[in-house]
Nanobody, 120 residues
Framework: QVQLAESGGGLVQAGGPLRLSCAAS????????MGWFRQAPGKERETVAA????????YYADSVKGRFTISRDNAKNTLYLQMNSLKPEDTGVYYC?????????????WGQGTQVTVSS
């Protein structure tokens, strides 16, 4: 089992930055691919970014390319999402998740989420 805990959410003005963190605990001796997701009110959850264990494979949703950067520090068991030039449409609950392999279709472990609100 892997437990995930997000932090760093909050209220930010449009155009500003915010950095999310996701701390992993539990069975972190195995390698996991990880991702960030978000869900806005009344909308389905969407993938924001994903990263392989070694960082060699990275995915970004088109809506965040050039603005968000996903990274990880495996020594600290922590995943990050640096969000710049935030827009009101970036508002939502952000979740981190982990899966055994980058190519697996589904994520196995999820955090509780952290709220990000971008004011115009």
């Amino acid at each position: 089992q892997v437990q995930l805990a997000e932090s760093g959410g909050g209220l930010v003005q449009a155009g500003g930055p915010l950095r999310l963190s996701c701390a992993a605990s539990g069975r972190t001796g195995s390698s996991y691919a990880m991702g960030w997701f978000r869900q806005a009110p009344g909308k389905e959850r969407e993938t924001v970014a994903a990263i392989s264990w070694g960082g060699g494979r990275i995915y970004y949703a088109d809506s965040v390319k050039g603005r968000f950067t996903i990274s990880r520090d495996n020594a600290k068991n922590t995943l990050y999402l640096q969000m710049n030039s935030l827009k009101p449409e970036d508002t939502g609950v952000y979740y981190c998740a982990a899966k055994r392999y980058y190519t697996d279709p589904a994520y196995d472990y999820w955090g509780q989420g952290t709220q990000v609100t971008v004011s115009s």
